[in-house]
């Protein structure tokens, strides 16, 4: 990846505002780190940049770029691995077909995304799409294991510095609606191969006449490795929403869906068109075919049916059939009531780990039409882990919002190495086309699952590996024994998935001598006991699956520090390399929006802060480069100055936002440099850097804002210029000039 006598640190280009951060903040990275003799490197994983990658025969030379994703992972799976990853978006449809539009208006010769493939070259192209879309960068980079927590420095400033949290009534009508049976959690099982078994696995359907379809072979599994499969009942799902919309008129509350169609990229966006045709039933019965014709993908959401409708013939009789039927429809929670963008419009812009977090921190209300806060009935379909949002918002009935200032921390140890559990089940996903039997069949003959399903239904087959497990468990028992406190598996013994794994937890306990030491409780009484733990002021570890690590941690921080995006997040990769995670993007598009059209970007990037300084003090680790330890443990001390100084940004035009944060970052980390006495000829270089950047606030700061409040032109969203960029996000000339 880089010079072998300059040790590299891999940074990665991602999407939105993260990556609009990354213009400012990167070059003062990149200055300091070379006076450790220390390269960082971008690798482009961004969604426009994967799209770029997937047909270099159709573009330019100019044009081509590298598949750094498939770069990254074959780096992760070294010991010498390095990398900051910041959160890159895992596309939905709409997201890829709008990214894929704008590089086409660029000049790109891309070809468009086939909705329905009709020849084998629009398969091959829908294919090397479908592989860019969703959580595709995720389970590649992933080779490792989680360990997310709260930065000392970043819990003490959300306690002596409180966000605001709603009130809770004891009569509030927020609740979280599940279906009762036909979910996955009802219908999964669960093996853990044996050696025998152990190889190829195949994946088929029979249909009723006993006709056999392949759906997928060759799927290579080891020895150990717990395999789910599961499915969905397409008529238990739309009988479900189809109760769930009348009850939520009938109890006067805002009706809301919460999916991850973006890492869930084939089952959810199948539930979320489910939603959309239940939320639109009369219109679909009529009109389905007409519909269908004309390419209204309800998988794609409302806002992609009300376009085409637009542009039928008949169009004006079916969008007064849509306006009839909403009419009779409860009131909807709102992405953004102003413009009237629906939880229904877009499968990506209601995220479950971002969106339910949001709505108990609110107090259990939802923004609804008129633009006014509501109860809301909140839609999580399938019981495997609705639980933990159902229990959270019982609980907040009975006892009232979290205290910030008093509040204690929960900690995450999670099991994501190596595609584990439902975040790699995409290509062993099927929407069921007949009714039959669908078998997986183990490569000496043992049949591992079998289910009758129908057509329609949502089938998949999950795996979560050995080697992973292991080190999860090892992982978990090394956190609890450094921090000392509450350690808890969430895991439910009901669950056919859950007791494979815990075959695994309880002798690995017992044989370290540590059972004592850890609970093992199901998702919801987890939840109840971590919120009554650290309500009292105490710490709590929550030691789960993949799902879970996800969900968890945007719930609990943003309740506890009003953002997840400032959580530490460690991937000790399993071959010895380390990525460093910069927190959540969940915000992202909608800070992109103010800046363009204010020029005031308020991502925070104390994320990166502080994964950059774990980063370079592993890297002093992993190769003995003390001076890049010093670096390290001056950036701590500079995200400890951003924090005491409240230099993080703020919401509105006006104030500091992001690139006056990164400035008085480089301020606060040139200064450490300057006054440690670990390493003379840092001391030396940086004192008169400090000494310019301590001078020049006045001039610097005036310069940073001198534009703020007035639109800017990035040159695109998705693909921008790095020329206007770099003018947009670096507009201190006198900055510039010391860092140069």
């Known amino acids: 990846m880089a010079d ?52 270099p025969e159709r573009l330019t030379p100019a044009q081509r770029q590298s598949d750094d994703l498939a770069g ?188 991850k169609a973006t890492m869930m990229k084939v089952s959810d966006p199948i539930i979320f068109g489910h939603a959309v045709k239940a939320w639109l039933k009369p219109v679909f019965e009529k009109y389905g075919e007409e ?61 479950i780990d971002a969106s339910l977090p949001a709505l108990l921190r609110a107090g259990g209300k939802g923004w609804g039409p008129d633009g006014a806060e509501a109860d809301t009935n909140c839609l999580v379909p399938d019981r495997s882990y609705a639980p933990v949002y159902d229990e959270s918002v019982k609980y907040f009935k009975e006892t009232g919002a979290l205290d910030p200032r008093t509040a204690g921390t929960v900690q995450n140890i999670g099991l994501m190495a190596q595609k584990a559990e439902e975040y790699g089940s995409h290509p062993t996903t099927f929407e069921i086309p007949v009714d039959g039997t669908v078998r997986v069949i183990a490569q000496n003959g043992d049949v591992l699952h079998t289910h009758q399903v129908e057509a329609g239904d949502i089938w998949r087959l999950c795996s979560t590996r050995k080697a992973p497990i292991l080190d999860w468990v090892q992982l978990a028992i090394d956190r609890q024994r450094i921090e000392g406190c509450q350690a808890i598996f969430w895991l439910d013994e009901n669950r056919a998935h859950d007791r494979e794994l815990l075959a695994y937890v309880r002798p690995i306990l017992k044989e370290k001598g540590v059972e004592k030491k850890f609970l093992i409780l199901d998702p919801r009484a987890a939840t109840r006991l971590s919120f009554e733990t650290i309500r009292e002021g105490k710490d709590s570890i929550a030691v789960t699956g993949n799902v879970l690590r996800d969900y968890l941690t945007d719930l609990f921080p943003i309740l506890e520090l009003g953002t997840s995006a400032k959580m ?84 509105k035009p006006g104030e500091a936002d992001n690139r006056d944060s990164h400035y008085y970052f480089a301020m606060y980390w040139a200064d450490a440099l300057a006054k440690q006495n670990s390493d003379a000829a840092l001391a030396e270089e940086f004192r008169p850097i400090a000494r310019a950047l301590i001078d020049g606030e006045e001039e610097i700061v005036q310069e940073l804002r001198a534009d703020r409040g007035k639109p800017v032109d990035l040159g695109g969203y998705y693909h921008a210029d790095p020329v206007k960029t770099d003018a947009v996000m670096r507009p201190s000339k006198t900055l510039n000039t010391i860092l140069e």
């Open 568 to 651: 530490l997040s460690i991937v000790k990769l399993m071959q010895g390399g380390g990525m460093f995670e910069t927190g959540a993007g969940g915000s992202a598009p909608k800070l992109v929006q103010q800046l363009i059209e204010e020029n005031h970007l308020r991502w925070d990037s104390l994320g990166e802060f502080c994964a950059l300084g774990e980063s370079l003090k592993y890297l002093a680790e992993t190769t003995g480069n003390e001076k890049a330890r010093v670096l390290g443990n001056a950036v701590d001390a500079a995200t400890q100055g951003i924090l005491d100084y409240d230099r993080s940004p703020g919401r």
């Open 72 to 259: 990254l992972g074959h780096w992760v799976k070294t010991a010498d691995a390095n990398v900051i990853k910041l959160p890159n978006i895992s596309a939905s449809v709409p997201q890829l077909v709008a990214a894929l539009k704008e590089l086409q208006a660029q000049g790109y010769d891309l070809p468009d995304y086939p909705t329905a493939p009709a020849t084998p070259a629009e398969a091959e192209i829908r294919a090397r799409y479908d592989a860019i879309k969703g959580s595709a960068v995720n389970p590649v980079l992933r080779e490792g294991n989680s360990d997310r927590r709260a930065a000392k420095a970043v819990k003490n400033y959300a306690m002596s510095h409180p966000h605001s949290m709603g009130k809770w009534s004891k009569d509030s009508k927020t609740r979280v609606s599940s279906m009762d049976h036909g979910d996955f959690f009802a219908n999964e099982t669960s093996v853990t191969l044996s050696a025998a078994q152990a190889g190829a696995v195949r994946i088929e359907l029979t249909d009723k006449a006993g006709a056999v379809t392949v759906l997928k072979d060759g799927v290579k599994l080891p020895e150990g490795t717990v395999v789910d499969a599961t499915f969905m009942s397409a008529k238990a799902l739309d009988a479900f929403l189809d109760a769930e919309i009348a009850q939520t008129k009938a109890e006067g509350t805002l009706f809301s869906i919460h999916l």
């Open 291 to 351: 519909l269908a014709a004309a390419g209204a993908d309800a998988n794609a959401g409302l806002g992609t049916v009300l376009a085409r409708v637009a542009q039928m013939e008949n169009g004006p009789e079916i969008q007064a059939a849509i306006d009839a039927v909403i009419a009779q429809r409860p009131p909807m929670y709102m992405v953004n009531s102003d413009k009237g963008i629906t939880n229904l419009h877009v499968p990506s812009d209601v995220i």
């Open 4 to 55: 072998k006598d300059m040790p590299a640190i891999v940074y990665t280009k991602v999407d939105e505002a993260p990556d609009l951060a990354s213009a400012s903040l990167l070059p003062i990275i990149r200055r300091f780190a070379k006076a450790a003799g220390i390269a960082v490197e971008t690798r482009d994983i961004s969604l426009a940049g994967r799209i770029i990658s997937a047909f």
